[in-house]
């Protein structure tokens, strides 16, 4: 018995079928247009508040800096994602659509990882950026310098894309000996991988992305933040460290955010916890879509200059009167 309504699962083969089978939110297949708002309205609202964020950024002189400039390429990659992803996540809400060709499927899944390993990479310069500042105080601006921060975005840009451009091809290659049913409600290359049969070396190029990228950046980023840490214990006064600390406090929630969900589900993936599906699924759900939504809050909030630019670019013009 097929655990999709009104569709049969793609049976065991040794090829790519056409199509693949998508997992939604358990309980909501009998009411799809109950989800579809929230859905909408977090796609939008994300949207927003990361266009807001671009927008300041690029018409504020006194914002183009290095930490301005990687916050510039974080909501890139918020929008980017939180659009990757919304096909699939509105055809099951509006259709109940869980069937999705594989040449689709295989599309969604390369802009869905290039945004989110975009999004690592970003907040793994933004640690550096962050340790810099606070470690080498005096050093700062001759070692961050403008064209170092080019290299560095350029960096970002060539290693998502070089990490992720063979996946597609690769996986539409190779046999497969699962059906084709995924355990999410988009298409993610280490779902893919799982279905090849044995000895499929595209599934072990499929696990080196996720350790060299994922695995790699969230050890490095709390690296950063040993050395970090290590000197706001060496300021003589707490309001010193407080006001060094609150340099960070923006960035370490993102990170906090992004990476925790993250780790959760590759634990529970990993070492087959016994998790109902439902958990599983809205997990899933917070590591893709919240970050997009509260990240542009966070900075909003936690960055003064931010908010005071957004504030003073809000508030009506006053004009004068001429006597």
Known sequence: MSPFPNQAAPNSSTSMTPTFLLVGMPGLSAVPSWWTAPLIAIYLLSVLGNSTV?????????????????LFLLSVSDVGLATALMPTLLGLALADAHAIPASACLLQMFFVHVFSVMESSVLLAMAFDRALAICRPLHYPTLLTDDVVRKIGLTIVFRC??????????????????PQVLTHSYCLHPDIARLACPGAWGAFYSLFVVLSAMGLDPLLIFFSYGLIGRVLQGLGSSEDRWKAGQTCAAHLSAVLLFYVPMILLALIDRLRMPVPQPAHTLLSYVHFLLPPLINPILYSVKMKEIREKILKRLQPKKVGCTQ
């Open 161 to 178: 894309l070089g990490l992720h451009l063979p996946l597609p091809f690769l996986l539409a290659h190779m046999p497969y000996c699962h």
């Open 54 to 70: 671009l927008w300041i950024i690029a018409m504020e002189p006194t914002l183009h800096r290095p930490m301005y400039f990687f």
